[in-house]
């Protein structure tokens, strides 16, 4: 079962920026579709970037202009550079496989207040 240990996170006042990581326990990673995704209490888990192996990136729009995901199939990591950050931008954040079964990892909190 893979398993995912995420960092980076931390307290950023608005405007400012944050790079997270994720590194992922499977030897697979390369093949599959890895996503960022965060949660904020009460809220479902919203995915905000996703990237295939060799494919262009996509964000959802709230993060779209903003966050750039890209990964590293050598070190089985993935990354968010997370730019402009808002309030909105709160939550803890997490990475995984779409459309995959897994567990998830404790995620990072990112925290945007000035």
């Known amino acids: 079962q893979v398993q995912f240990v995420e960092s980076g996170g931390g307290l950023v006042q608005p405007g400012g920026s944050l790079r997270l990581s994720c590194r992922a326990s499977n030897n697979l990673f390369n093949t599959y579709t890895v996503a960022w995704y965060r949660q904020v209490p009460g809220k479902q888990r919203e995915m905000v970037a996703w990237?295939?192996?060799?494919?262009?990136?996509n964000y959802a729009d709230s993060v779209k202009g903003r966050a750039t995901i890209s990964r590293d199939n050598v070190k089985n990591t993935v990354y968010l550079q997370m730019d402009s950050l808002k309030p909105e931008d709160t939550a803890v954040y997490y990475c995984g496989y779409p459309g995959i079964d897994h567990y998830w990892g404790q995620g990072t909190q990112v925290t945007v207040s000035s």
């Open positions: 990237l295939s192996s060799g494919s262009t990136p």
